[in-house]
């Protein structure tokens, strides 16, 4: 392996802000009336630049792969972040093998893949992809300087492994102590569990998720969309961003540990409460109905399905007039919610009986305006051509340079200055690597022709 020189840590710099308080820039920036130039990238970052991007200027190396990982740099590259995502130089991202579907190719060049997989599109947008391989010194060089230049580190091996490769969070580190270094495992750096790999519908079951969700009588059942990976890959940017945070005042980075199995105890939110309070078991699974309110829940409409709320007494009262049932508002049997979840079966039964009797469009004019909760349970096409969707501008129609135009799923949070929005697509296999290798890295010709050679980068 290559020695690397040690990284000078970056000086620090103040900015007084609007209120007269003194505060670092990033990583020791320097400020000038508004303008900060990046310690990690050189680059000049205006005030015009990080009022529509917040993160502009913050370099992110990404080294992870399939979903809860690239789901979190994701939304650092959606806020301004240069993402470098590392991936194999010949199979890349495990998801770039992941269709159907995929986004064809249009431009007649034959390639390892039929397209771009849905899925790899899917957590891959505003990022630069380089080809690399670090089972050698020199791609291990590599890395370091890239991390040398960097802000923020992501990866998601099992813990321990890249320490073989002097990629661990003690050796970057050490090149550049005002590094972030995240880790996404399955089971976090420490327990007796941490040597386990980490997949989604695994610690749905291990962690009580899979346990709850699912009809009333019937078998547990995961989550139709990977959502402790999503959670874990949210909670991630968040303990990158606070890092980032507290760098501003102290100069320094830190190893931010996120698990899957940590993210999924933390998501089971008032359910776990519940247990930690009574030490009674959980009530088990509700289906799309409610432990502790009816009515709440999804019923069969006479082509469809339907979900309403009469969650209190006053919205139970809007749902028994609607569908034509006043008299159900003072029947003894359910006046009160305590006497509606005692006589749920009953209450169930004879409201899904009377919307069967129209279909959901015709239900959802029924209710239109009512003040009570409903609404169509929708396929995905229907969401993600439903009008309000569209009128969010969640949908947003991008040009990739080989599959021609395709839609992608927005950013979700809206501000009222800055701007995140898909700048780029997400990017073909190694697209960016003699970019990121001579413009950054300031490689020769001859070197970055010599790494490809040896197959350490492609």
């Known amino acids: 392996m290559q020695r690397c020189a040690r990284l000078i840590p970056a000086r620090q710099a103040t900015v007084t802000i609007t209120n007269g308080r003194k505060s670092r820039g990033i990583r020791g920036a320097t400020w000038t009336r508004g303008n900060a130039t990046s310690a990690s990238s050189g680059r000049k970052v205006g005030k015009e630049d990080v009022e529509k991007l917040p993160l502009a200027g913050v370099r992110v190396l990404d080294m992870t792969r399939v979903l809860a990982g690239p789901y979190c740099t994701q939304i650092l590259a959606d ?79 099992l813990p321990g492994s890249l320490k073989k490769y002097s990629l661990d969070y003690d050796t970057l580190s050490a090149l550049n102590p005002s590094l972030i270094y995240a880790s996404v ?30 009809e009333r009588d019937g078998p547990p059942v995961k ?57 009674k078991k959980d009530s088990g699974r509700w289906g799309t109905a409610h432990a502790s309110v009816v009515p709440y829940r999804a019923y069969k409409t006479r082509d469809t399905n339907i979900a309403v709320g009469g969650c209190n007494d006053k919205l139970y009262g809007i749902l028994c007039d609607k569908i034509g049932k006043p008299e159900w508002k003072t029947d003894a049997r359910f006046v009160t919610n305590a006497l509606r979840v005692k006589n749920r079966d009953t209450l169930d039964r004879i409201i899904e009986d009377e919307l069967k009797t129209k279909t959901t ?83 020769s010709e001859d070197e970055v022709a010599q790494f490809r050679e040896g197959k350490t980068i492609a």
């Open 79 to 157: 806020l301004g972040a240069e993402v470098i995502k590392v991936e194999h130089p010949t199979r890349g991202d495990d998801t770039r093998s992941w269709g159907p579907p995929d986004a064809p190719y249009r431009d007649g060049v034959e390639r390892s893949f039929p397209g771009e997989s849905a899925y790899y599109l899917s957590v891959n947008r505003n990022k630069k992809s380089i080809g690399l391989s670090f089972n050698n010194p020199a791609g291990i060089s590599i890395l370091h300087k890239l991390a040398q230049k960097s802000d923020i580190v992501v990866e998601n091996y």
């Open 361 to 443: 469009k015709e239900w959802l004019e029924v209710f239109e305006g009512s003040g009570m909760p409903y609404a169509a349970v929708n396929d995905i096409q229907g969401t993600l051509n439903h009008e309000h969707v569209l009128a969010r501008n969640m949908i947003e129609k991008v040009n990739h340079p080989v599959c021609g135009p395709i839609k992608l799923v927005n950013h979700p949070v809206k501000y009222s200055r800055a701007e995140p929005k898909i700048r780029t697509p997400p990017p073909m296999l190694g697209q960016h690597t003699d970019e990121v290798l001579r413009e950054l890295l300031d490689y």
């Open 223 to 279: 989550v139709g969309v990977a959502v402790t990976d999503l959670s874990t890959g949210l909670y991630t940017a968040i303990g990158v961003l606070a890092a980032l945070y507290a760098r501003r005042e102290t100069g320094l980075g830190q190893w931010v540990d996120a698990s899957l199995s940590d993210c999924q105890v933390a998501g089971l939110a008032n359910i776990a409460s519940s247990g930690l309070i009574s030490g």
């Open 185 to 214: 495992t399955g089971y976090g750096q420490t327990g007796p569990y941490s040597d386990r790999a980490g997949y989604d519908v695994m610690v749905e079951a291990e962690m009580g998720l899979m346990h709850i969700t699912g």
